[in-house]
């Protein structure tokens, strides 16, 4: 047994935590699977780390999203670091919301966001993931956080939701004040919050009066029994695409890189089968990539409305519950192999995007864009390698999300005729 699982409590929250949470979690799986602790910002929470019960609560409607629930202060003073919490009208969004009014918005939302609109985005994800390692190729470097996992989600996005290409820059150093926040920097992110508030309130206007084909004009257009989204609900509605859909597919490209850097076993196997044209691997790699070291750690909040019991503990009225995705998917009892890296896993029902009515919306763009980008980048840097000692790499420090500040890599420089 390493010798970490044998220690007697982990310290968590920590950096070195930060840097490899899986040792601590595997102790907790064990000795504590559903543990009351303390978080950095000082409220007390649940962590749930087993499969098992991860599910259960993920699907618990005792376990409201609504942070009125919860019995401390902290959610209604704003403390627990949710960029955007002050802004109280963009905060009604799916995340925050229980049924009734999270199944109409989510009803909403889904007539806008089709299976069929994201399929149709394919070759604008694949021109943008090759314009954006032609910026780079020719160097033999690059940090692919910064220029490439970063910039391709929020254009992405943006394309999607509509939003004209010469105001797509200032989202993007919005969203990365947003981001910085999450890195343990707090200036900026109230500023930068308000200021993609008030552009999507103005596009919404905008838009409602010149209807097009975008996401935006689909919310607006989107009706239910007659009822339509407010300009207040669609705005919070794109502020959370933006918001759920960004930072999560930085850490997908950015921990599904890392991951294949260090496996190269399983990097050789999928570079081969993607450089023949094939899909099948490349789909499987997705999701075992998310299961493995998935861009959200621990769900979003959750607070009990009535006593409840999760694995056997009894969880009081007004407590919030994190159920700890990264754990569960690491389960032994649900997982063989918990701790190896196997891209062509087929029984692999992980929570990377959630289990139940919060499941993730965007799941399909995100596939998408994750297959897409490894594909692009094994194929055309096909000697990829890190360029830092991992030790050295920096995680960011968020309760929510898992991702590294920074992947430095290098390869050999694509030729300009190549391009
Ligand atoms: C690899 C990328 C992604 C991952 C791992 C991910 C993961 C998740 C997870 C775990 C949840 C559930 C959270 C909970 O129950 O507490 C969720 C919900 C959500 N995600 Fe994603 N997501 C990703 C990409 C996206 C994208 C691209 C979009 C949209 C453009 C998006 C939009 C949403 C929305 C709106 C919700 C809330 C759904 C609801 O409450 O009904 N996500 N996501």
């Given at each position: 047994m390493p010798e970490t699982y044998r220690n007697p409590q982990p310290e968590l929250f920590t950096w070195e935590f930060a840097a490899d949470p899986y040792p601590a979690y595997a102790w907790l799986r064990e000795h504590a699977p559903v543990h009351r602790t303390t978080l950095p910002s000082g409220v007390e929470a649940w962590l749930v780390t087993r499969y098992a019960d991860a599910r259960q609560a993920l699907a618990d409607g005792r376990l409201s999203k609504n942070p009125a629930h919860h019995s401390g202060q902290a959610h209604k003073t704003g403390r627990v670091g949710i960029p955007g919490e002050r802004q109280a009208d963009l905060m009604t969004h799916l995340l925050n919301i229980d049924p009734p009014d999270h199944t109409?918005?989510?009803?909403?939302?889904?007539?806008?966001?089709?299976?069929?609109?994201?399929?149709?985005?394919?070759?604008?994800?694949?021109?943008?993931?090759?314009?954006?390692?032609?910026?780079?190729?020719?160097?033999?470097?690059?940090?692919?956080?910064?220029?490439?996992?970063?910039?391709?989600?929020?254009?992405?996005?943006?394309?999607?939701?509509?939003?004209?290409?010469?105001?797509?820059?200032?989202?993007?150093?919005?969203?990365?004040?947003?981001?910085?926040?999450?890195?343990?920097?707090?200036?900026?992110?109230?500023?930068?919050?308000?200021?993609?508030?008030?552009?999507?309130?103005?596009?919404?206007?905008?838009?409602?009066?010149?209807?097009?084909?975008?996401?935006?004009?689909?919310?607006?257009?989107?009706?239910?029994?007659?009822?339509?989204?407010?300009?207040?609900?669609?705005?919070?509605?794109?502020?959370?695409?933006?918001?759920?859909?960004?930072?999560?597919?930085?850490?997908?490209?950015?921990?599904?890189?890392?991951?294949?850097?260090?496996?190269?076993?399983?990097?050789?196997?999928?570079?081969?089968?993607?450089?023949?044209?094939?899909?099948?691997?490349?789909?499987?790699?997705?999701?075992?990539?998310?299961?493995?070291?998935?861009?959200?750690?621990?769900?979003?909040?959750?607070?009990?409305t009535e006593p409840l019991t999760v694995g056997g503990v009894d969880i009081p009225v007004g407590d919030p519950v994190l159920v700890v995705l990264a754990a569960a998917d690491r389960d032994p009892a649900r997982f063989a192999g918990e701790n190896t890296l196997d891209l062509a896993r087929k029984d692999n029902p992980h929570l990377g995007f959630g289990h139940g009515i919060h499941y993730c919306i965007g799941a399909p763009l995100a596939r998408l864009e994750g297959q897409f980008a490894l594909a692009a980048l094994l194929t055309r840097l096909p000697d990829l390698q890190l360029a830092a000692d991992p030790e050295e790499l920096r995680w960011r420090g968020g309760l929510i999300m898992r991702g590294l500040r920074e992947l430095p890599v290098s390869f050999t420089p694509e030729s300009a005729d190549a391009r």
């Open positions: 109409r918005l989510r009803r909403l939302v889904s007539k806008a966001f089709t299976p069929r609109r994201v399929a149709e985005f394919e070759p604008r994800v694949q021109q943008l993931t090759d314009r954006l390692i032609d910026d780079f190729a020719a160097r033999g470097s690059a940090d692919l956080i910064h220029e490439f996992a970063f910039p391709l989600p929020i254009y992405a996005i943006c394309d999607l939701l509509g939003v004209p290409p010469e105001d797509q820059d200032d989202l993007r150093d919005w969203a990365g004040a947003m981001i910085r926040h999450h890195g343990g920097q707090r200036g900026g992110v109230g500023r930068a919050v308000k200021k993609i508030r008030t552009y999507l309130l103005e596009l919404i206007h905008r838009k409602r009066a010149d209807l097009g084909d975008d996401l935006i004009s689909g919310l607006i257009r989107a009706s239910d029994h007659g009822e339509h989204l407010t300009e207040n609900e669609a705005a919070a509605m794109a502020f959370i695409l933006l918001f759920a859909g960004f930072e999560t597919t930085i850490n997908l490209i950015g921990n599904g890189t890392y991951a294949l850097l260090r496996n190269p076993a399983q990097r050789a196997l999928l570079q081969e089968s993607v450089q023949r044209g094939e899909t099948a691997l490349l789909a499987t790699a997705v999701e075992e990539l998310l299961r493995y070291d998935g861009p959200v750690e621990l769900a979003t909040w959750r607070f009990a």
